[in-house]
């Protein structure tokens, strides 16, 4: 089977950085997965992480680890909307689906 | 505009009832994922299918089934529904792995 745990909620004041960490277990690993959800919407992608390392778009960033089985996503220089539920999700070792994180809420605070 | 189209948006029904939830991926998509999301819950993964083809099967009802036509769109049905089937449904569409595209969901309300 496969798992993945976040916090499940985080709260952080407008221009602020946060980072919202994942670790997984899954027996085989096809990259990490990020989704943000506001609330009533639904959840759109923001990256995907196959290899080590920090990927940078604009204000997000997601690292990975895989010999860690953990990543985090970092929100820089906050904004009000970005307050929204963060979803990590892996696809299991057959690779055929997407399996999600229960979420973090992030509040961004004024 | 993710290109995944859900219908209904909303639904309202009573237990013990059946309902049909559609789902068009983007063109191109051959998969199409079923997910369930509770009040403030996370996304239970339903059911998968690729061209056609179940493709990989979640924490999914033996009541409710699904299937992918040949225009590779996909209908969720749900049968003797129960209060606790209250959900938003969510269909998501996606060509390889790493990035699904979701619809705005069906938001279903049992009474």
């Known amino acids: 089977g496969q798992s993945l745990e976040q916090p499940s909620e985080v709260t952080a004041v407008e221009g602020a950085i946060v980072q919202i960490n994942c670790t997984y277990q899954?027996?085989?690993?096809?990259?990490l997965s990020w989704y943000q959800q506001h609330d009533g919407g639904a959840p759109t992608f923001l990256s995907y992480n196959a290899l080590d390392g920090l990927e940078e778009t604009g204000r997000f960033s997601s690292f990975l680890s895989r010999s860690d089985s953990y990543g985090y996503l970092l929100l820089q220089e906050l904004q009000m909307k970005d307050s929204a539920s963060y979803f990590c999700?892996?696809?299991?070792?057959?690779?055929?689906?997407?399996?999600f994180g229960a979420g973090t809420r992030l509040t961004v605070k004024p | 505009d993710s290109g995944v189209t859900q219908t209904p948006k909303h639904l309202i029904t009573a237990t013990g009832q059946r309902v049909t939830l559609r789902c068009s991926p983007r063109s191109g998509d051959l998969s199409v994922y079923w997910y369930q999301q509770s009040l403030d819950q996370g996304l239970q993964f339903l059911i998968q299918y690729y061209n056609g083809e179940e493709r990989a099967k979640g924490n999914i009802l033996e009541r409710f089934s699904a299937q992918q036509f040949p225009d590779l769109h996909s209908e969720l049905n749900l049968s003797s529904l129960e209060l606790g089937d209250s959900a938003l449904y969510f269909c998501?569409?996606?060509?390889?792995?790493?990035?699904?595209?979701f619809g705005e969901g069906s938001r279903l309300t049992v009474l």
């Open positions: 998501a569409s996606s060509e390889g792995a790493g990035e699904l595209f």
């Open positions: 999700a892996v696809p299991p070792d057959n690779n055929n689906d997407m399996r």
């Open positions: 899954t027996s085989g690993f096809y990259g």
